[in-house]
């Protein structure tokens, strides 16, 4: 079955930082462009970050110089290294397929909580 | 990346038509024919409906139909039925490899 699979969230204070990973099931990471994306709660999904096929990565101005994607392709797997986190990054975190610019599959994602 | 507008409720009777709008601008849904919708059910992620702006994935009723116009695009639900109550979410992408949700539209069967 082809499914998404996110880890990673949890409770941590303002400036920590947090690893999400997200493993992949019947999704050749080598060929596919993955993407995060994170909705508040009680509010729309927001784009996060893209990681095309190649490894080249493009993220929102929200997170620029303080998030990081990358992918393991053997592994299937690609991570969202969060630093000096914000209690407006509170959120849902889903892994997310892009085929052909629409993203048609996501993961359950991973709630990260960020407070004092 | 400024999201794109959507109405924030929507309503309609059983077996009746409804059209949510989504309006962006000439970088994004103006620009692109890459307009998609999604559908996200209470504490579910969401599911896409709509890709490429008209079209629909295997699987999905073609109760379900969009279009666009200039930078606005639309979803309309026909023939609603009480489990297309839900939230709808528009996304488009928004060039530079970069990408814009818009706010929501809640869906209420009556």
């Known amino acids: 079955e082809v499914q998404l699979v996110e880890s990673g969230g949890a409770f941590v204070q303002p400036g920590g930082s947090l690893r999400l990973s997200c493993a992949a099931s019947d999704v050749i990471f080598s060929e596919t462009s993955m993407h995060w994306v994170r909705q508040a709660p009680g509010k729309g999904p927001v784009w996060v970050s893209r990681?095309?096929?190649?490894?080249?990565?493009t993220t929102s101005d929200s997170v620029r110089g303080r998030f990081t994607v990358s992918k393991d392709n053997a592994k299937n797997t690609q991570y969202l290294q969060m630093n000096s986190l914000r209690v407006d990054d509170t959120a849902i975190y889903y892994c997310?397929?892009?085929?052909?610019?629409?993203?048609?599959?996501w993961g359950q994602g991973t709630l990260v909580t960020v407070s004092s | 990346q400024s999201a794109l507008t959507q109405p924030p409720s929507a309503s309609g009777s059983p077996g009746q038509s409804v059209t949510i709008s989504c309006s962006g601008t000439s970088s994004d849904i103006g620009a692109y024919n890459y307009v998609s919708w999604y559908q996200q059910h209470p504490n579910k992620a969401p599911k896409l409906i709509i890709f490429h702006v008209t079209q629909r994935p295997s699987g999905v009723p073609d109760r379900f139909s969009a279009s666009k116009s200039g930078n606005t695009a639309s979803l309309t639900v026909s023939g609603l039925q009480a489990e297309d109550e839900a939230d709808f979410y528009c996304g488009s992408y928004a060039g530079n490899n970069e990408w814009v949700f818009g706010g929501g539209t809640k869906l209420t069967v009556l």
């Open positions: 997310v397929r892009d085929t052909y610019y629409a993203f048609d599959l």
């Open positions: 990681i095309a096929p190649d490894g080249f990565v």
